[in-house]
């Protein structure tokens, strides 16, 4: 049995230093994580995954390219579905930030594997007598191809949950744009009273806004699907075969399940790293959306007696620790907050993108922490957003019902029949002596009574295709 508080000495370029004996990781990942005592967060999770399966594509690639026996193979390919399958995930002890352009992420799997691989050879952790972490699994690879396609992978990986949440709320909107359809509301435009329209065209057009906002991440996504594996130090291919640099990615295409390209220029997919910002700016699309939406959700709700109030959100929570009773629509608040947080980070990946020298951008650990954040946040809010929140949203219809009857908005719909003039004077007179509009209208025998009830009718005035009317202009 290993005793954990013993140590073994390993040793790299810088030095020797001593690792605890039961450790999977090395001398390099031990001394990233002392260079680099940044944010306290390891790696993400999604992110190690795919580095398995990069490693685990190179290892068949290389075997075809008669470049590692089968013997190394099958111990590499068992460790690395082994960390597929999530162990070893206490043995990732490298900081999501980290300076090296991801080198350190890098030794960190490569010495995870290649421990592991040795053991089921029958080797002892640190001895690398079988499986050497750079001349074994990270053979006919460097860290500048490696880490920007297991970035990718992960990129993939994570946004299907957001594309599956976005699509859950498309369809809870769309439940409350019918269940709202007969609601009648007032419209409004800078925060003033416009013109009538449907409580169910409100939250039809938040559906409408969220599937756009899936089909621009769809688009987006794509950037993810060509990447530079075989490129190697800058994109030369240096040291790897015809054989290996055919196969890698279509080999890792098929482990993975993702219809993946090399790139058509090794050197533009090594040094520029712009396809991370598109996804970026399609995340910061989407949070722009959402928070537009619960702005609208928050103000709707307020009051109850002293706002608008015409939707009643879900009570969550006690909204104060001395106003008792106060009920705060907590749920948009925490989604605008995650809108605020996934906006900065935009601006952070695309400084980092910017901030690349050359052959290579040293900043893609900055831009997967920021990038896997934006999208992991964003999949929670929306999904407490659709539970806490959209779906048990109601109508509070005699208060939107009463604005729409108090409202001189309606005026607008009289310029056709008797002009623009005529109707400010109208509004301008009605808000007044606080008379409705209806009224004044009859008194100045500017119309009929048939024509202004046809023409003022909030249903008919809520209606998408208002040239149904067929009055004869005043």
């Known amino acids: 049995m290993i005793n954990k508080d013993e140590k073994r000495i390993e040793s790299d370029s810088i030095g020797s230093m001593e690792v605890p ?64 399958e999530g162990k070893f995930q206490s043995e990732f002890i490298v900081d999501a930030i980290q300076g090296g352009a991801g080198t350190s992420a890098n030794m960190n799997i490569n010495e995870v594997i290649a421990n592991r691989a040795n053991e089921l050879l029958g080797g002892k952790r640190g001895g690398y007598e079988f499986i050497h972490p750079n001349d074994d699994v990270n053979t006919s690879q460097s860290t500048n191809d490696v880490i920007p396609t297991a970035g990718k992978l992960a990129t993939l990986e994570l946004l299907q949950p957001l594309e599956d949440e976005l699509l859950r709320l498309q369809k809870a909107l769309s439940k409350k744009a019918c269940e709202f359809k007969d609601v009648i509301k007032m419209g409004r435009t800078q925060l003033q009273d416009a013109v009538p329209m449907t409580l169910g065209q409100s939250f039809a057009a938040y559906s409408s806004m969220i599937k756009r906002s899936i089909k621009i991440i769809r688009t987006a996504k794509k950037e993810m699907n060509t990447v530079n594996l075989g490129a190697t130090a800058i994109g030369s291919a240096i040291n790897v075969s015809d054989i290996y640099l055919q196969n890698v990615v279509p080999i890792l295409s098929e482990i993975t399940g993702y219809k993946l390209e090399q790139a058509e220029d090794l050197f ?52 104060s620790s001395i106003m008792p009773g106060k009920v705060n629509p907590v749920i948009p608040e925490v989604v605008s907050q995650v809108a605020f947080s996934v906006i900065g980070n935009d601006t952070t990946i695309s400084m980092a993108a910017e901030a690349g020298q050359m052959e290579l951008n040293a900043f893609e650990p900055i831009v997967f922490f920021k990038l896997f954040e934006s999208i992991t946040t964003l999949t929670s809010a929306i999904t407490t957003l659709i539970d806490n929140c959209i779906t048990g949203i109601l109508a509070n219809k005699e208060e939107c019902k009463n604005y729409v009857e108090q409202s001189v908005g309606i005026a607008t719909a009289l310029c056709p029949f008797i002009g623009y003039k005529k109707s400010a004077e109208i509004a301008k007179h009605a808000l007044k002596i606080h008379v409705p509009v209806r009224d004044l209208v009859l008194e100045q025998h500017l119309m009929k009574e048939v024509d202004i009830d046809s023409i003022l009718n909030p249903r008919i005035l809520a209606k998408e295709d208002n040239n149904q009317l067929k009055l004869k202009r005043a």
Do not use: W
């Open 21 to 84: 004996t039961t450790a999977y990781y090395g001398v390099q990942s031990l001394r990233a994580q002392q260079n680099f005592p940044i944010t306290g967060i390891a790696l993400h999770p999604a992110f190690i995954q795919n580095l398995a399966f990069v490693k685990k594509a190179a290892a068949y690639a290389n075997n075809t390219a008669h470049v590692i026996s089968e013997k190394k193979l099958k111990a590499i390919i068992q460790a690395c579905d082994e960390i597929i």
């Open 268 to 319: 533009d997919g090594t040094q520029n790293i712009d396809g991370f910002t598109v996804v970026s700016s399609a995340l910061k699309t989407c949070a722009i959306n959402l928070s537009k939406m619960c702005n609208d959700l928050r103000l709707l709700s307020s009051g109850p007696r002293a706002g608008i109030n015409e939707i009643c959100l879900p009570a969550k929570q006690n909204g």
